[in-house]
């Protein structure tokens, strides 16, 4: 069974921090370097200082950012710019935001999740690969903090949105606070005590699957936390604050989860193999269309990854920008495709539904030769932002890039169910729950 509690988090103290807007992050993850930067400035208590602190010259192993991420945490709770939670609770965060012409709402439940070691037959379940070096420094910060500063995103699979409709139910009480982030998303939170409440939570949970959404690094952290702590403490209960993380969890079926694409940027190739990628893609996906530029780029982003979204829905279909003229080239998959040489039969009828992998495998890998983690590292960018794709083309940054429309909410949790993981950077939830609504302390005993 899903093990969810609730805990007694820290929050910034609203006599000391008035304007929360001005506290809050997203995950470091999704932060440059020059949002780092305006978020430094947006005030001395920001959770940057914690979440994704900066690197100074002279760093060393006593003082460095995970040490003064530690000590600015000590310092907060001693001048109480953040306080502990009298009671244990479960946090309700509602999360309204823009999308395309409209405004769209989406529930999210803070809470304190056991920890259980990652596989398809466990209660929680992964659908991303990771990479080794996040990892580390998420470790290092955790070491230091004892603290979990941001949620990791879960969902929870349930048939007619069960979990949204009882969080909804339970989110007639006094409004604790509010927050506003740079993209215009507004949290609303409300704080959960109600020993009934927490119970009818705890038990909609108790049969159930958690999908991790996002946070996968995170997860992978945790656990490698718990299992030092453990074995530097024989006497561990398996109640210790450590045994679990924080997680923000959120109804599959609730239709203000919204999942966004990440498209790929391709750079560094030799010229004979984007010559020949045309060719070498022919056996498998056929020229669906070539679309012209409109007067802005701004114009014709929008109709093309509108018209890219379109033909999906009708099957397989890719986005590439760079290789004819300034065209927008739709490929579409063949249906007569061979896959079976590219993939185990056993993963052909999940694979061949999701262009993410397909892209991975046919185009990146067998086309373009970009087959091992070195040369993805090498080779490949990332963006959510198809105008960044086509400037970065347009400049000679990257050659080509490569669209794609988001993932099904349903294919990721079979993709999880199945014991596959993804290509990282796959799927990208949208809006993220941010760091510094609530802070989850792991140094307590029970």
């Known amino acids: 069974?899903?093990?969810?509690?609730?805990?007694?988090?820290?929050?910034?103290?609203?006599?000391?921090?008035?304007?929360?807007?001005?506290?809050?992050?997203?995950?470091y993850d999704v932060i440059s370097l020059t949002?780092?930067?305006?978020?430094?400035?947006?005030?001395?208590?920001?959770?940057?200082?914690?979440?994704?602190?900066?690197?100074?010259?002279?760093?060393?192993?006593?003082?460095?950012?995970?040490?003064?991420?530690?000590?600015?945490?000590?310092?907060?709770?001693?001048?109480?710019?953040?306080?502990?939670e009298e009671d244990p609770a479960l946090y309700i965060v509602e999360h309204n935001f823009p999308y395309q012409d409209t405004t769209k709402s989406r529930l999210g439940l803070l809470a304190r999740v056991r920890l259980e070691e990652l596989d398809n037959k466990g209660h929680i379940r992964p659908h991303e690969k990771t990479t080794k070096e996040p990892a580390i420094d998420r470790l290092n910060l955790l070491r230091a903090c004892r603290a979990n500063l941001s949620p990791i995103m879960g969902l929870l699979r349930t048939d007619q949105g069960e979990m949204v409709s009882l969080l909804r139910r339970l989110i007639q009480g006094e409004l604790a606070l509010t927050a506003t982030d740079?993209?215009?998303?507004?949290?609303?939170?409300?704080?959960?005590?109600?020993?009934?409440?927490?119970?009818?939570?705890?038990?909609?949970?108790?049969?159930k699957v958690i999908y991790i959404a996002d946070g996968h690094h995170r997860y992978e952290t945790a656990l490698r936390y718990r299992n030092e702590q453990c074995a530097a403490h024989q006497s561990c209960t398996g109640d210790e604050a450590f045994n679990f993380v924080m997680m923000s969890l959120m109804?599959?079926?609730?239709?203000?989860?919204?999942?966004?694409?990440?498209?790929?940027?391709?750079?560094?190739?030799?010229?004979?193999?984007?010559?020949?990628?045309?060719?070498?893609?022919?056996?498998?996906?056929?020229?669906?269309?070539?679309?012209?530029?409109?007067?802005?780029s701004s114009d014709s982003i929008h109709s093309w990854l509108r018209t890219l979204e379109t033909k999906g829905k009708r099957g397989i279909v890719l986005g590439l920008y760079g290789t004819h003229d300034n065209n927008f080239c739709m490929l579409r998959l063949k249906r007569d495709a061979d896959l079976q040489s590219l993939m185990p039969p056993e993963d052909l009828s999940l694979w061949k539904r999701l262009d993410v992998v397909l892209l991975q495998r046919i185009v990146l890998r067998e086309?373009?030769?970009?087959?091992?983690?070195?040369?993805?590292?090498?080779?490949?960018?990332?963006?959510?932002?198809?105008?960044?794709?086509?400037?970065?083309?347009?400049?000679?940054?990257?050659?080509?890039?490569?669209?794609?429309?988001?993932?099904?909410?349903?294919?990721?949790?079979?993709?999880?169910?199945?014991?596959?993981?993804?290509?990282?950077?796959?799927?990208?939830?949208?809006p993220k729950t941010p760091a510094g609504l609530v802070i989850n302390p792991v140094w307590d005993s029970v």
């Open 1 to 27: 069974m899903c093990d969810v509690r609730p805990f007694c988090g820290l929050r910034y103290n609203l006599q000391r921090v008035p304007d929360f807007s001005t506290v809050i992050t997203p995950p």
């Open 35 to 84: 949002e780092r930067l305006s978020y430094y400035r947006k005030s001395p208590y920001n959770i940057i200082r914690l979440e994704y602190g900066e690197e100074q010259p002279g760093d060393s192993t006593d003082n460095n950012k995970y040490t003064r991420a530690a000590a600015i945490l000590d310092a907060w709770l001693k001048d109480e710019i953040l306080v502990r």
């Open 182 to 207: 740079n993209q215009g998303v507004n949290y609303r939170l409300w704080v959960i005590t109600d020993r009934a409440a927490i119970d009818r939570i705890a038990k909609l949970f108790s049969d």
């Open 251 to 296: 109804d599959s079926q609730d239709p203000g989860v919204v999942m966004l694409p990440t498209h790929r940027l391709v750079k560094g190739l030799e010229s004979q193999k984007i010559a020949q990628l045309e060719e070498k893609l022919s056996t498998y996906f056929s020229v669906d269309g070539l679309l012209p530029p409109l007067p802005t």
């Open 367 to 430: 086309a373009l030769g970009i087959d091992t983690l070195e040369k993805e590292v090498k080779h490949l960018e990332y963006t959510r932002d198809g105008l960044e794709a086509v400037s970065q083309v347009n400049s000679g940054a990257c050659q080509m890039a490569f669209f794609l429309n988001p993932i099904r909410i349903l294919s990721v949790l079979d993709t999880a169910d199945a014991g596959k993981r993804l290509p990282q950077k796959s799927t990208y939830f949208y």
